[in-house]
């Protein structure tokens, strides 16, 4: 299957920027998509923005849109989250997520997830 590791995370002030890196390893030509997804303690995990493997479009959620730029590496391994203007309801533990299949199986993989904190 495939492996994700997630860095980047930490304390921000409101209105500063953060960059979260995801590196992929093992079975990376079978995924579709990557993206980042965050959850908030009491809440449901939620999708930030997703990136195609194969066209590179990117899908953003409404409250990612316009301060948020999701992007691949040059070895196409790598995912990145620019994350600007942040807001302390940004706050959360992120996710890197990847889907795909391997053979006609689908699989969900899932980092371990980075700690972003958004606090003056």
């Known amino acids: 299957q495939v492996q994700l590791v997630e860095s980047g995370g930490g304390l921000e002030q409101p209105g500063g920027s953060l960059t979260l890196s995801c590196t992929a390893a093992?079975?990376?030509?079978?995924?579709?998509?990557m993206s980042w997804d965050r959850q908030i303690p009491g809440k449901e995990r939620e999708l930030v923005a997703r990136i195609s493997m194969f066209t590179d479009s990117t899908t953003y959620a409404d409250s990612a849109k316009g301060r948020f730029t999701i992007s691949r590496g040059d070895t196409k391994n790598t995912m990145y989250l620019q994350m600007n203007s942040v807001k302390p309801e940004d706050a959360a533990v992120y996710y890197c997520h990847a889907q795909g299949y391997i053979g006609s199986e689908r699989y969900d993989a899932w980092g371990q997830g980075t700690q972003v904190t958004v606090s003056s």
């Open positions: 093992g079975e990376t030509r079978s995924m579709y998509f």
